[in-house]
């Protein structure tokens, strides 16, 4: 069976802080892609990031990084110096070969107060 | 670039009626996925289509049912609806699942009364 948990319900930040949203996954499949995505207020899921199992280079993109980590079972997301536009639900996500369907961490609610 | 259309984007029900909420993929993806997201939830898999065939089914109620047609376009029926039931629906659509990604529609929020 697979997982995601993301252990931080909520995370609160002053704007320009720096935060790690965690994600650990769980799989007995040696094919698996894993994924982040947004989602504002406004309800709709915003694409940020795929990887497959057999990259685990780190990724920047601006102020987002990803950190994946096979040894933990982990894909950590890092924003720097964070912006009050960056307040929203965060879902860490995972797809395994053969199955396709998406499955979603609970989500962590990230604010950034000004 | 096209986008994966979902109509319509609210929708408000009466418990007890039922309610049809429609997907347009992108061209040329072959499978359809459908979400349902619960207030302050995760969004949980409920169904979905590659090539026109049921290929995965989640925990979707005995009282929902889904399809897809010839043109690939897919509807979500619900019927007897019940208050729990408010949530928002996302349609997904991909050309090769995981390897390629997938591509969210903006939702339906269906609010039932």
């Known amino acids: 069976a697979q997982k995601v948990t993301q252990a931080q319900t909520e995370i609160s930040v002053v704007e320009k802080e720096d935060v790690t949203l965690d994600c650990v996954y769980e799989?007995?499949?040696?094919?698996?892609?894993l994924f982040w995505y947004k989602q504002p207020p406004s309800g709709e899921l915003v694409f940020l990031i795929r990887?497959?199992?057999?990259?685990?280079q780190n990724e920047i993109s601006g102020r987002y990084s990803w950190n994946f980590q096979k040894s933990t079972s982990s894909f950590n997301f890092t924003i720097t110096a964070s912006q009050v536009v960056d307040s929203a639900v965060y879902f860490c996500a995972l797809s395994v070969y053969n199955t396709d369907k998406l499955i979603f961490g609970t989500g962590t609610r990230l604010q950034v107060f000004p | 670039a096209a986008g994966v259309i979902q109509s319509p984007r609210h929708l408000i029900k009466e418990k007890r009626e039922t309610a049809t909420l429609k997907c347009y993929p992108i061209p040329r993806h072959d499978t359809v996925y459908w979400y349902q997201q619960g207030p302050g939830q995760d969004p949980q898999f409920l169904i979905s289509f590659y090539e026109k065939m049921q290929s995965d089914k989640g925990s979707i109620p005995d009282r929902f049912s889904a399809q897809q047609f010839s043109d690939y376009h897919s509807e979500l029926n619900m019927s007897s609806l019940e208050l729990g039931d408010s949530a928002l629906y996302f349609c997904?659509?991909?050309?090769?699942?995981?390897?390629?990604?997938?591509?969210f529609g903006s939702g339906t929020r269906l609010t039932v009364v």
């Open positions: 990887r497959n199992s057999f990259d685990e």
């Open positions: 799989t007995r499949d040696t094919t698996y892609y």
């Open positions: 997904a659509s991909s050309s090769g699942g995981g390897a390629s990604g997938y591509t």
